[in-house]
């Protein structure tokens, strides 16, 4: 008899272990919808230093076990904001874009340095092309969730251009085929124009996009904005960085409407000089929250701040429930781009001054705010 109970208890335990496999199975497979049908959710992220203290290295972690690793740009050659597609590609492949610079293009004379996109295929940092462009990236761009190869590149000129990649059809196992798509210029780059009343008295400065995955969020990024105001002799500038919302039209292409996260008149840290930027959304216990970093003008430290994301009073728009965020004590993090857990339970980052990625849990089980910040695990 006790046999009987002690194979029957062990029949349960596999049972349990399976089904929990079968549904963090089901939470990382994510269908959207595409041409190229449902697709894999992605589990890396890159947080890089690289632009910081002559560091070239490009930091990445898995998001689903926090391991870490980096990868390097050829020599002559330096590799920022790069950006790691929510999405696999059919081959199991991930993709990655950011920001390339060399001295020149190869076998030209040197001269001003040439600067654009380049495409990469992660973790083995596989470069599919470089495109030249017109304008400077200057953040992470965002990919668009449903949109197959179209991004949003924040500029240095305070606008965000949306640029769509060669289509899979012109690829050859993923990889570009021809190489004379190497070093193209960036003809599919568009800038993307503003249909309704943008916030200040002129265009505002956008940094910073974030495009959910998150099916209730379609057509919604989240950025840092910054409003044109004049100063008391009437001479234009950006005030304080705040969190908006912008919906996009169905291409991408054009802001049809946008309004803040935060009402001012509920932020009792809306003076001058408080700013809040790298936000980014994380998906928890059924809940829809915001990360973001709060600082103030000219600090070297941040306060890393969560808060719930819900709809306003029109639909499809969103407001950040300043209470929640303002709850608990604020916690010190590195001033930089946040990547959430798979389960929405840790907020990474680079610290500069340790050259390495940090993590720092959300909450405890108890709900209350997490302790200090960790070193994540290390890839061999």
């Known amino acids: 008899m006790f046999y009987y109970f002690e194979s029957l208890a062990r029949l349960v335990v596999i049972v349990v272990s399976l089904f929990s496999v079968a549904a963090l199975t089901a939470s990382q497979l994510k269908p959207v919808g595409t041409e190229g049908g449902a697709r894999l959710a992605s589990s890396w992220d890159s947080l890089s230093g690289g632009y910081f203290q002559g560091d070239a290295r490009v930091h990445l972690i898995d998001r689903a076990d926090g391991r870490t690793t980096t990868i390097a740009a050829p020599e002559g050659e330096r590799w920022n904001y790069i950006s790691a597609s929510p999405w696999k590609n059919q081959d199991e492949g991930v993709e990655a874009v950011g920001r390339f610079t060399r001295s020149s293009r190869p076998g030209a004379d040197s001269g001003s340095p040439v600067c654009g996109l380049v495409r990469l295929r992660l973790p083995e940092a596989e470069v599919i092309e470089r495109v030249d462009l017109d304008i400077i990236p200057a953040g992470r761009p965002a990919w668009n969730p449903v949109g197959d190869g179209q991004i949003l590149i924040p500029a ?71 409003a044109m105001t004049a100063d008391d002799s009437g001479r234009p500038r950006y005030g304080a960085t705040a969190l908006w919302w912008l919906e996009l039209s169905g291409d991408g292409e054009q802001i049809v409407a946008a309004g803040p996260l935060i009402d001012p008149s509920d932020d009792p840290n809306g003076s001058v000089g408080v700013r809040r930027r790298f936000p980014n959304v994380v998906a928890r216990d059924g809940r829809i929250q915001l990360a973001y970093l709060v600082s103030r003008t000219g600090g070297s430290e941040a306060e890393l701040r969560v808060g719930d994301l819900e709809r306003g009073s029109n639909a499809g728009r969103l407001r950040l429930r300043f209470d929640s965020a303002a709850e608990g004590a604020a916690r010190p993090f590195p001033i930089g781009h946040l990547s959430a857990s798979w389960d929405g339970r840790w907020i990474h980052g680079f610290s500069h001054d340790l050259g390495r990625i940090v993590s720092l849990p959300l909450a405890t089980d108890d709900g209350a705010p997490g302790g200090r910040a960790s070193d994540p695990k290390r890839l061999p």
């Open 156 to 226: 240095g000129n305070g606008r965000l251009y949306a640029y769509r990649f060669a289509s899979r059809s012109d690829e050859v196992g993923g990889l570009i085929a021809t190489p004379e798509h190497q070093a193209t210029v960036g003809a599919d780059l568009m800038a993307v124009e503003w249909r309704c009343q943008p916030p200040g008295q002129g265009e505002p400065f956008l940094s910073d996009p974030v495009w959910p995955t998150i099916p209730e969020l379609q057509n919604l990024v989240i950025v840092s904005l910054s």
